[in-house]
């Protein structure tokens, strides 16, 4: 019986997270861009433009220092996974928010500010997931790389006997 090749696996995995998290990366910012030009066809207004601006760029200013710090004590799948699902729950309140009438712009800063809540964690843990997938096998190369190095940077670091 032949074994699975270690390195198609990791492979197969990153495209896999790469392709969905370009469709999710890409369909919530064409419904951000969206929503921001919604206020400002609808209103017409520079300070509602830039309250609704405000609003979707504030939770990562001020949870974006923490933020990394979260994604390193909780599992980086359960996390991404529960992003993604509330960024898209909020996002279909807005859908059937929507279908009753005209969209208020308290109603799309709401919406813009939650959906941030769940993107503030969901950016760190993708760039934290990535090299957790694609990391080097321990191979006897990859040792024998490593071991290499450390001598070397140990021999240059350590003074030479007089």
Do not use: Y
């Amino acid at each position: 019986m032949t074994q699975p090749n270690p390195r198609a696996s990791w492979k197969r995995s990153l495209a896999i997270v790469w392709i969905g998290e370009f469709f999710s990366v890409l369909s919530s910012s064409i419904l951000q861009m969206g929503l921001i030009w919604h206020v400002t066809l609808t209103t017409g207004s520079a300070s509602a433009l830039s309250f609704v601006s405000l609003a979707a760029f504030l939770p990562m200013a001020l949870l974006g220092a923490f933020a990394g710090t979260i994604v390193d004590r909780t599992s980086i799948k359960r996390l991404m996974i529960g992003a993604d699902l509330f960024i898209a729950a909020v996002s279909l309140t807005l859908v059937f928010g929507s279908l009753r009438g005209d969209l208020s712009v308290a109603a799309v800063a709401a919406v813009l500010f939650v959906r941030a809540l769940g993107s503030t964690l969901h950016t760190p843990a993708f760039n934290a997931l990535t090299p957790l997938i694609a990391r080097p096998r321990r191979s006897a190369s990859w040792r024998a790389c490593c071991s290499s190095c450390s001598r070397a940077a140990t021999s240059s670091a350590t003074p030479s006997p007089r």
